[in-house]
């Protein structure tokens, strides 16, 4: 187990996030940077940015050799890598298995990166809030420490759960490396955290959801979405449903289309439930199934879900708090009680 966490953004956007996992890549960005691989040194990468950005502060400068050395002189194979990613609001996390590569590719944004195997996603609601905080630094490239991150990371990698600080053994941090500069007072080390206020409010609201509709509770609230959004809904009691949680439908006897045949699932979706929803698709005459999961899908099922993509969706975490802000005004009581919501205006950034 390595000694060393870092977190490499794929973008404000999440521009990167499916590149990156597809390819078993992570980095990206600095698209005026030469290729760093001659960089020796810290000197080294402080030459060739100040060469791609003469117009820029001395501080943006700084910030940007901290990043770039981190990524071209020490993340390691064996280091834990963590992508937070935008498009799915899920947390990627693997192992770094080689050292900065220059790919000479047509994207200037996908060029300077490091090979990483992909080994778990997690949804934001797996990770409790403390390190969510540590995680939010606006840089793109860091190593979190505070909160005991390393740890908890590697427990994560490992079970997919976020257990705390206080029950997990704190990690040895790794001895800086011999440039001052690399000292834990970098930083790439240290960072400022600046979370974004929409991700902090979002987070939260999911973690109300998880903790006050789990279970047979999940299924009731998708249902209501549902509802909603438009849809005539049949919700099965608990108890054995078939495989079938909800069904709806458009129009006065909601036999209209398009046609829903919904699974709801609380834990991590295997793919072996995507192929008994669209064969229930097609038994019941349904047009589409849709897959409700809290916990997001493993990689087979991921796979599955694109080969079936016209005929099976997903609704994920981030979807369902999508859905319920969407349409909060028009949930029922007894939901709105459980998840009591304000608008807020703010300005932008």
Do not use: C
């Not at 999440?14 to 940077?33: F, L, P, T």
């Not at 427990?155 to 490396?177: I, K, N």
């Not at 991590?268 to 047009?287: F, I, K, P, R, W």
């Not at 997903?314 to 949930?331: F, P």
């Amino acid at each position: 187990m390595s000694n060393s966490a870092w977190v490499v953004r794929s973008g404000r956007y999440g521009k990167r996030d499916e590149w990156a996992i597809e390819n078993g890549y992570s980095g990206g960005g600095w698209r005026d940077v030469a290729d760093l691989t001659e960089a020796r040194s810290r000197e080294d990468v402080e030459r060739i940015v100040a060469e791609a950005y003469p117009a820029d502060s001395a501080g943006a400068r700084t910030n940007a050799v901290a990043q770039l050395w981190a990524l071209r002189g020490r993340i390691s194979p064996g280091d834990l890598l963590v992508m937070p990613m935008k498009t799915n609001r899920e947390i990627a996390l693997g192992r770094v298995t080689s050292g900065y590569r220059y790919l000479d590719s047509e994207d200037r944004d996908q060029r300077h990166v490091v090979e990483v195997e992909w080994l778990r996603q997690v949804p934001r609601s797996a990770i409790k809030q403390d390190l969510l905080y540590t995680l939010g630094s606006a840089l793109t490239i860091f190593s979190p420490s505070r909160n005991n991150a390393v740890a908890r990371l590697e427990h994560v990698l490992a079970t997919g759960e976020d257990v705390g600080s206080a029950t997990m053994p704190s990690a040895r941090q790794p001895a800086p490396t011999a440039h001052t500069a690399d000292s834990p007072t970098d930083v790439v080390d240290e960072p400022e955290s600046q979370p974004d206020i929409a991700d902090i409010a979002q987070d939260q609201i999911s973690s109300k959801i998880a903790e006050e509709f789990s279970g047979h509770g999940f299924a009731h609230l998708v249902a209501a979405l549902l509802e909603a959004e438009g849809f005539d809904v049949d919700e099965a009691p608990p108890g054995a449903d078939g495989g079938i949680d909800i069904t709806a439908g458009r129009g006065l006897l909601g036999v209209e289309s398009p046609k829903l045949i919904v699974q709801v699932k609380t834990g991590q979706v295997a793919s072996e439930v995507v192929a008994q929803l669209n064969g229930l698709v097609s038994t019941h005459g349904a047009d589409y199934g849709l897959l409700a999961t809290w916990a997001g899908l493993s990689k087979p099922a991921r796979d599955a879900v694109k080969h079936q993509r016209f005929r099976v969706k997903v609704w994920d975490s981030t979807d369902v708090v999508d859905a319920v802000l969407r349409n909060y005004e028009k949930l029922p009581e007894d939901i709105t009680e459980r998840l009591p919501l304000r608008r807020v205006w703010m300005l932008k950034d």
